[in-house]
């Protein structure tokens, strides 16, 4: 809040150049919020897709987990009014890989009920498939902001 009121004064000064860095400033905040959110979602997402391939099945409450987190992170990527998204692909994909490392601990601890090691499941695994697999759910309907 904090920001718009000094936008409102920089513009009512005519310190136009001063409020443009400020606007850069604000958006910059705005999509560093949008990704902190996203691999919020992104780390579940992947806990679940980690334990489903590990453990060759799921449950419904896994079902349900990853169903969630597609969900939140398609509404947190997507431009209400303007249409488009937020993140472009390439974008999405960088939070995705970021929040594997956190999600690949967390399948390690439940995962076989935590029997195997952070790199014993990680060996178990396939990497590639499993962002590919988060990606294509995430993308399912969704259209990206081209922009980068």
Do not use: C, P
């Not at 150049?17 to 949008?34: F, G, P, Q």
């Not at 959110?37 to 453990?55: G, T, V």
């Amino acid at each position: 809040m904090e920001e718009l009121l000094e936008l409102r004064t920089l513009l009512m000064d005519g310190h136009i150049s001063e409020a443009l860095l400020l606007v850069e400033e604000m958006t910059e905040m705005s999509k560093d919020d949008k990704i902190n959110k996203i691999s919020s979602f992104a780390k579940i997402l992947l806990l679940h897709l980690i334990k489903r391939q590990a453990e060759g099945r799921t449950t419904r409450s896994w079902d349900a987990s990853v169903d969630n987190a597609v969900y939140e992170i398609q509404k947190t990527n997507r431009r209400r009014k303007a249409g488009g998204s937020y993140l472009t692909i390439e974008e999405l994909q960088e939070a995705i890989e970021d929040a594997y490392r956190v999600a690949l601990s967390s399948a390690a601890a439940e995962a076989f009920g935590g029997s195997y090691s952070v790199t014993q499941l990680s060996a178990m695994i396939d990497l590639t498939a499993i962002i590919e697999q988060a990606i294509a759910l995430i993308s399912e309907d969704q259209v990206f902001d081209k922009r980068g």
